[in-house]
């Protein structure tokens, strides 16, 4: 069973789960490091049932949820059905149905690790934020539990945070960062055989902004 299809199969049970791998925690050290505010437009790539999208229309945003799975957007719809500040759209990692420059913030919670290539949906990520915006990547350390790619499909076993800060840069970001989210995701195999216990990094930049079209101009 690809990505896909694992993500369309656990939607419904998905908020139950995440919330045994790790808390609330996590997406309040993504928005302290974004400094969100009120008004503002974020993007939540690979949102699943709406983890990080439900703080932010908390805290006054407007959110466009981009995920795969259809089943995970539909969780988000019925769980957000009082809510105008959300809109969903179907689409992947190569090439997210957002414009270009759209976005003052995007975030990614436990989503690079599924993507095929990082540094290639980093860059998509970057595409689609306003210039001056922020980009949020919330993940796993670099780690050695293989049940999480055999059965949660996790494509890559976490990361090391200078390459993420690396991917990050090259993508064109400024004032790119990381630190300790402070707790760790944890994981049982099935039948309880193996357990996980991974650090939670943040990985954050800002998109510069567009230098003045008069330099180009001057060897004319
Ligand atoms: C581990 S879940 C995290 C969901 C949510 N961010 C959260 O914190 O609860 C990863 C999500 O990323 C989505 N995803 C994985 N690979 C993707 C890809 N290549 N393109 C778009 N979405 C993807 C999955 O469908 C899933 O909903």
Not at 28 to 51: E, H, M, N, R, T
Not at 59 to 86: P, Y
Not at 152 to 158: E, N
Request: glycine letters at 10%; one cysteine or more; a negative charge.
């Amino acid at each position: 069973m690809g990505s896909k299809d694992y993500f369309d199969e656990v939607a419904q049970r998905w908020d139950e789960m995440r919330e045994a791998f790790f808390s609330d925690a996590v997406r309040q050290k993504a928005y302290s490091v974004a400094d969100v505010q009120p008004g503002g437009l974020a993007a939540d790539i690979g949102a699943g049932s709406g983890f990080v999208t439900e703080g932010l229309i908390g805290k006054g945003l407007r959110v466009i949820a981009v995920d795969q799975s259809a089943s995970m957007l539909e969780q988000m719809r019925s769980k957000f059905s009082t809510s105008n500040s959300v809109e969903y759209r179907l689409g992947r990692a190569e090439s997210l149905p957002v414009g270009d420059d759209t976005v003052d913030y995007v975030f990614a919670n436990m989503y690079l690790h599924h993507v095929e290539s990082p540094p290639q949906a980093i860059g998509e990520m970057v595409r689609i934020l306003k210039p001056g915006g922020r980009l949020v990547i919330t993940d796993l350390d670099e780690h050695s539990f293989e049940f999480l790619r055999t059965e949660q499909r996790d494509r890559w076993l976490g990361f090391k945070r200078e390459d993420v800060q690396g991917w990050l840069s090259q993508a064109g970001l400024g004032m790119v960062a990381t630190d300790c989210v402070g707790e760790n995701c944890c994981a049982q195999s099935e039948g309880g055989a193996e357990s996980a216990s991974v650090s939670i990094f943040v990985a954050y930049g800002e998109k510069a902004p567009a230098s003045g079209a008069a330099e180009g101009r001057q060897d004319r």
